[in-house]
């Protein structure tokens, strides 16, 4: 019973500590890979299409969550 009961006391104490996370985040940009061409999006015929992104992609607009292939990726 002691047990639960120290337990239920260090829960709050352990969801306020820090993780690796924590703290500022610095970009390097003279480092970053960044596309050389301009990504183009359509919207057309019920067909979302995006070329020159990350992941050159066509899948359904029709409202609905669709999987991306790996070949997508």
Same mark, same amino acid.
């Not at 919207?43 to 292939?69: P, Q």
């Given at each position: 019973?002691?047990?639960?009961?120290?337990?239920?006391? *260090?829960?709050?104490?352990?969801? @306020?500590?820090? &993780?690796?996370?924590?703290?500022?985040?610095?970009?390097? %940009? !003279?480092?970053?890979?960044?596309?050389?061409?301009?990504?183009?999006? *359509?919207?057309?015929?019920?067909? @979302?299409?995006? &070329?020159?992104?990350?992941?050159?992609?066509?899948?359904? %607009? !029709?409202?609905?969550?669709?999987?991306?292939?790996?070949?997508?990726?």
């Amino acid at each position: 019973m002691n047990r639960l009961i120290v337990l239920l006391l *260090l829960t709050p104490a352990a969801s @306020f500590s820090h &993780s690796p996370f924590d703290g500022t985040w610095v970009m390097k %940009a !003279d480092t970053a890979p960044l596309p050389q061409t301009p990504a183009v999006y *359509l919207l057309a015929k019920g067909m @979302f299409r995006c &070329s020159g992104c990350i992941v050159n992609m066509e899948t359904e %607009a !029709d409202g609905y969550d669709h999987k991306v292939g790996a070949a997508d990726y």
